[in-house]
T-cell receptor, first 113, second 115 residues
Framework: DSGVTQTPKHLITATGQRVTLRCSPR?????VYWYQQSLDQGLQFLIQ???????AKGNILERFSAQQFPDLHSELNLSSLELGDSALYFC????????????FGEGSWLTVV | GNSVTQMEGPVTLSEEAFLTINCTYT??????LFWYVQYPGEGLQLLLK?????DKGSNKGFEATYRKETTSFHLEKGSVQVSDSAVYFC??????????????FGKGTLLTVNP
């Protein structure tokens, strides 16, 4: 158990819909990362937050957004969903913005039908 | 940009066989290098890491040495077990500047160990 908690574990939704994935980082970790794992693209970095502020942005679509709240939990919002958004979405956390080990949650499986 | 190339497999071995999974990288600066493992139905777990050239990371019998001259970080284990069956990911962090710690991953290598 990494200490990073993600909900829901599985989610099935229809095209065009919007979903929110939630992540609680390890106790004391200030930095949260979101990654997408799909069969065709592999593991891709989406976005990083550090203590409530966006720190780095990767291959995140404009239809996706994220935020980190004062209690340090984070949410990833996915809207106008397409079939190709079906993937495993990982949240990860680390204590500082850089230089420390990143710990991953078990992921949220999203299936868009 | 940064990239990681690893042998895609799948790799199938018998128990107690020797394992090598090749990983090479392209990066600017001086990245840190990692191996993560994903067991069936689970999340990513850090297996080992190395933060500078010639460092050797090791854990659970697995080893990898950071080779700057060949830009490689090959994963090895002398005697695999059935419980090692998983997907293994090589990754790097650009390590630059202290404000960006995103990981770049290889595509993963599926290892199956048969009894």
């Amino acid at each position: 158990d990494s200490g990073v908690t993600q909900t829901p574990k599985h989610l099935i939704t229809a095209t065009g819909q919007r979903v929110t994935l939630r992540c609680s980082p390890r106790s004391g970790d200030l930095s949260v990362y979101w990654y997408q794992q799909s069969l065709d693209q592999g593991l891709q970095f989406l976005i990083q937050y550090y203590n409530g502020e966006e720190r780095a942005k990767g291959n995140i679509l404009e239809r996706f957004s994220a935020q980190q709240f004062p209690d340090l939990h984070s949410e990833l919002n996915l809207s106008s969903l397409e079939l190709g958004d079906s993937a495993l979405y990982f949240c990860a956390s680390s204590h500082s913005a850089s230089g420390n080990t990143i710990y991953f949650g078990e992921g949220s499986w999203l299936t868009v039908v | 940009g940064n990239s990681v190339t690893q042998m895609e497999g799948p790799v199938t071995l018998s128990e107690e066989a020797f394992l090598t999974i090749n990983c090479t990288y392209t990066a600017t600066g001086y990245p840190s290098l990692f191996w993560y493992v994903q067991y069936p139905g689970e999340g990513l777990q850090l297996l080992l890491k190395a933060t500078k050239a010639d460092d050797k990371g090791s854990n659970k019998g697995f080893e990898a040495t950071y080779r700057k001259e060949t830009t490689s970080f090959h994963l090895e284990k002398g005697s695999v077990q059935v419980s090692d069956s998983a997907v293994y990911f090589c990754a790097l962090s650009d390590g630059g500047g202290g404000s960006n710690y995103k990981l770049t991953f290889g595509k993963g290598t599926l290892l199956t160990v048969n009894p």
